[in-house]
Structures are given as structure tokens and as C-alpha cells.
């Protein structure tokens, strides 16, 4: 099934005297859903097109970058958590009001399960696919060293900034990172989908996120006791939603939370982080079982 295009347009989010431009992209028909991608250094609302274009017979699918993510030039801001839970509700309150569904993945759900459990809406309901809330290096490391927001903060700095964020998004990282994390299956990184994301990669500011999303700088919680908190505090239904093949650590991140009393979750024969672009049909049909209405 090919993605329908669905109608691009640009909103513009004031933060702190700047104006922030993300890009968001509207499908189908129906009651408003929420599409947010993964936060990463090859993560756009693009992502999330084949989902949407399996939703638009149900919903109105609304999908929109993370500011200092996307394809789109970035301000050089020194993104925060705060920074993106407060575009989080500008997203909600502005960009798609009063979603009945609302869809994010990878970090994007860790900061829905937030933004949920301080803000329930009733009737709305929640799906948290591949849902993780620590970054990379933390993982890998299992712990988060003062020289890691050292590292983000370098990043920052003209030339130097630059050199650490080639480091991260040369051709070979990405395409190892992909393989090993994202994808299940390495053949579905064709020629051409590898060069549309170290595309994104390119983008003008893209370094200020992508290196503190790397470094756990943008972690929407401090340890997994908050994840879990977070989602004992819903009140709202919530479907997670992941692959067999997710990375061993952030599966059990996964499981700890499908752990929670009043969590659905469905667990998919394949599907790494990206399984929502890998396996969209699969995705899709566990999304509309999940949230059907009872007979």
C-alpha cells in the first residue's frame, strides 16, 4: 500500500522570543489523531505517513515534527525537556485540539505518558509504540555520567559542534544504528531510504537535538521509577505496542511497562524502534483493534 501524500503546511511555535517553524502534515477524515515520531537523528513526521495512510479511513491523521527535529533548517537552541513537554501541549492544544487518538513513538511516547498522566483528557485514548525514555548512550552505558551533558553542551560550539555530530550521522553509523536498533529487517534500508535519512541529517541545526537526544539530554524522565509512575497515574486507556525484535534493553524497558496494571500491550512478531514505518499494516490493525469502540 502506498502512503498517500495527505497536505503539508507549517505551524510556528513561540518559545522563549523565538519563533519556531515545524512542519505537520493532515490525511483522511474523521476524529482528530495525533501522530508524533520517535525523537532521533533520522526521525521526521515522514516516518509516520505509511500509519497514517492506514488510519485516514478512520481518523484525521495529523503528524508534525519535533522542533530541532525533521528535514527543516533549526534554530540553534539548546533543547531541553521542558522545551519539548511544552511543544507537546502546544501540539495538543493547537495543532490537533481535542484528539481522540493520540500515537507516538520511541521518546515521543515517553513524553505523552507524561504529559497524560499530569493532563488526562476523558475519552481520549493513547497508543505508545516501541516506547522508550532513555537515550542511546545511556543505555548503553546504564548510567549517566556528568560527561555526557558535557558532550551535549559541546555541541553547541561552532566547529567543534559540528565534528562531534559528523561523528554521530556519517553514512556507516547511520546505516549500523539503523540495522542494529531500528530496523528488523536489513534489506528494508534500501539505496534510496538510507539517502533520505542522512538527508535529514543534513538539515541546518540539526546537530543541537539529535547530539542531546544521543546523550539522554532529552530524556523525558530521570529513571525508569518515573516511567513507571507516570503510567500507574493514567487515567486514560493506553495500548503499548512493540516488536519481538526490540533491542534487549529497551524491551525491557517495554515489558516493565506493559507491567502496569491497566496497560494493553501487543507485542508484534517483528519490529525493532521503527517498527511503525517497517510494519505499518501490522501496526495499523493492532491501533484499530485496540482503540474500536465496544459493540
Known sequence: MAASAGIGSAVVWHWRGRDVVVGTTRLG???????LPALSSISTRAEMAPLAARLEGRFTALTVDWPGFGAAPKPPVAWSP?????????????????????????????????EAAA?????????????????????MLKRRPAWLGRLARAADVPGLGAALYRLNVNPAMVRAMARA????DPAWLTPERAAGKRGVTGAKGARHAAVRFVT??????????GFIAAAEALREPALVIYGADAPPKSRAEMEALSAV???ATRVLPRGKLSLHEEFPDAVAAAILEGTAEPA
Open 29 to 35: 477524515s474523521g476524529p482528530r489523531a495525533l501522530l
Open 82 to 114: 521542558e522545551a519539548l513537554g511544552d511543544f507537546l501541549r502546544f501540539a495538543l492544544d493547537a495543532v490537533a485540539p481535542e484528539p481522540a487518538l493520540v500515537v507516538a513513538a520511541g521518546h515521543a511516547a515517553g513524553y505523552l505518558l507524561a
Open 119 to 139: 493532563r488526562p483528557v476523558p475519552g481520549r485514548r493513547l497508543v505508545l509504540l516501541a516506547p522508550t525514555w532513555r537515550g542511546p548512550l545511556p543505555t
Open 216 to 225: 539522554g539530554q532529552l530524556d523525558p524522565f530521570a529513571d525508569r521509577a
Open 261 to 263: 496494571p491497566g496497560i
Open 181 to 184: 536498533h531500528v530496523y528488523s
